[in-house]
């Protein structure tokens, strides 16, 4: 947020806020023990409200559940900000003196009644009025978001929906109220504070910007750099298709199932000149590799560190020896370079981390030795007596504000690039399950009582109309492709949504389904939101292939 | 972004210190703390079972009873705040007495075999659990689970009553031996309200017929469970056990002389919870949580308690390098 990407709070925090707003996030199953955090909060008083389209096990928790229609969560927000700024709830002191672009924003979201809202959201007017009341009335508030936000063609827009909330009441920058995306993997948090994105280096420095900054990394490094961003995975593709990108080399990342328009990533992946795979599993995108270097496992076979989405830097121990012939990711790309005739020598997993503390300041005094002791450090953590920091952002609340102050951004409601009509009649949203994970390439391994395989959750509603029975095999189809699950029906949906997940991709390959149209500034396509038909399917030999797929999925 | 300093987060008013006597010591302890706390801060040892520093005390063990000056009856050391004046004795004749009459009601009912720390206990309190006859033919399966309040059968004089009855299997990850269950409520108060809020688990039944029971006694699949193992981490006694541990148990080859534990971060979703990989001969066997870390607590969910197969699922032909696995490939998932 503003500058470093990062939550602003920490869990501990949750637990002593008055009111939590958990936006797009399924932390019940998605984030477990965050939830005991946000469980204890509920212990404590704190009013929790869900915006989610579907009533999830974390809404259940909720003192408000806002089901709103897919996609419309600007709407919401603005609607939101309208009514605190009409009720006089604004806090006006903290933005005349932390924030700019206040006068734009109001007019921006003055056209965003709660009438509008309810048109657009679903979400009754008085359910929106009240929830903009509790959240600016509160002393303290936190709102938390994950992927009902950000994997939206306008995914950055939504964030700044969210983030304009929390300046317009002064939600952020003190002990108990802040803005946190929650992280859907253990190291999504790490990979951008290492600079593993295509316009930051290690600690959010940008060096096509900043002469200092380039010439620090130039000197460390003995190469010079050009001042110009790489591409994000999604431009990646986009060159592939324009012949631009030749090669590639996937470290731990399956895109040819996890990508959205399966079937156009999986064309790309093949065109390749050079595919190169570094994985623990031979994958779907390994098979289609010409290498396939074989690594072992970051977390329990290897040294080094995470970052989770309190910013806490974590260690990463080695507990396991790896199977054959697996390396550390190190040791291979130590001997890539040494191979292209640069010779770094082994360098271990401290070594780089001492490396990384001295070129971004933020992580500068976070020893080996601090994390090991401290169980993990928050950044920034700015030398070796820094405690790190429990939360961001406290400058805004210095009179006067310390550095910049926070800018407001103008954000208007634009709905899924795919609608509903009479062709494609439902919205499909995809998301996890509390026992499964991703492609499933890890929770395959071990044996659920949970588990279920996929299906195509439809409410009871919808179930009646077409004539559904739970169990009954389903045909979902897309623009793009079409997929054959059993029906579960789940009382947690409204009419016209579809839910599945994309845990059981070689069984049933929802990512055949989803768009990839994706958000212009992050690059994360739209997973949240494709219309989809659902036809019941009845020959018999339909239903046995269907059968067939669940009773495969579901070991 | 600046330095800033530490930011200013609310604390609690500083305590005061009290002034108390334990086993004729004058001793300070916080106000708030308990007796346990101050006695173990004396390096007082004092046996517990249904204590735990993560959960809210329940007092159902009587363990952990001291003698309280002025106190008409033994008092709970694990929650009894400390109080200045008080004049505490953690030894006496009558602690003493008590502590081994509780010792020889559990050990004479339940299996204690996996419980750490009882057997010293029973020779340290002279307690002779055997004196009640010898223990009661197991249960029949579901028996137990059958029984109903107000409703008890005469006992047998020929035989210490147990709780003794079959181990319960119905899932992949866990193993129930109520036969080996004290009941602590652990189990209870981390399913529930302490931590997990799924509320899988209650107490069922009254007095000796009382038992840990899911709702009607259903299986664990068909319960409310979601198989987090956060009552497994807290289960004193080991009837609560994970099913890769209790499968090697009943093979022999459990063995934690040749364990070793190392901390890392859980490779799932982006909270950071610290696992305690226990492994033995290069195979992960459990997965715990250390009490004492902000994030867990202890605690985990599915995923990082039993989502760590998928690194030593080997094939076959690999398995003569030592690494066991269930045979499948790393590659097959």
Redesign the interface.
Known sequence: MF??GGGTTS??EVEETDVIFLWGANARE?????F?HV?KGI?NGARLYAVDPRRTSSAQ?ADQWLGLNIGTDIALANAMAREIIHAGLANQAFIERATTGFEDYRRCVERYTLELAERETGVPAEVIREAAHSYARADRAIICWTLGITEHHNATDNVFALINLALLTGHVG??GSGVNP????????GGGDMGAIPNRMVGFQDWTTEPAVRAKFEKAWGVPLKPQYGWNVTEMFGAAERGELHALYAIGENPAQAEADQHRTVKLLTELDHLVVQD????ATARLAHVVLPAS?????CEGT?????R?V????????P??NARDDLWIISELARRMGHDWGQPSAEEIWNEVRALAP?FAGMSYERLERA??LQW?C?DEN??G????H??LWHDPV??RPAPFSVVEHAPPVEQPDAEYPFMLTTGRR??S?NT???????????RRGETADISPEDADALGIMNGDPVRVTSRRGSVVAPAHIDRSLRPGLVFMTFHFQDEVKVNTLTIDETDPQSGTAEFKACAVRLEPIRSADAVGSAADAASRSGG | MTATALPLIPLRPARRMVELTIDGETVQAPEGSTILDACRHQGKEIPTLCYLDTLHPVNVCRACVVEVEGSRVLVPSCSRPVEAGMVVKTDSERVRHSRKMVLEFLASSVDLSTTPDVAGWLEDYGARPERYGPPAPPAPPGFRDSLQPGHHAPPDPDYAATVIQPVKVDNELYVRDYGKCILCYKCVEACGKDYQNTYALTVAGRGFDARISTEFAVQLPESACVYCGNCIAVCPTGALMFKSERDHRDAGTWDESRQTVTDTICPYCGVGCTLELHVQDNEIVKVTSPLDHDITRGNLCIKGRFGWRYVQNRPPDARGNGRGGDGRPRGSA
């Open positions: 500058g470093a869990y501990r998605n984030h477990p023990i965050f005991h469980l212990h928790w003190k002990y929650l992280r859907g993997q253990n190291n999504v948090q623990i599993f031979l994958t496992s970051s977390w329990c076979e995470v970052v989770n989405s309190e806490r974590q260690r990463l121990k080695k507990a396991l020896e199977p054959g933020i169980g993990g920034p700015y820094h405690p920091e429990l939360y961001l406290s400058r310390e550095g509390l026992d994970y499933g390439v890890q929770t395959g391994g071990y044996t659920s009582p949970l």
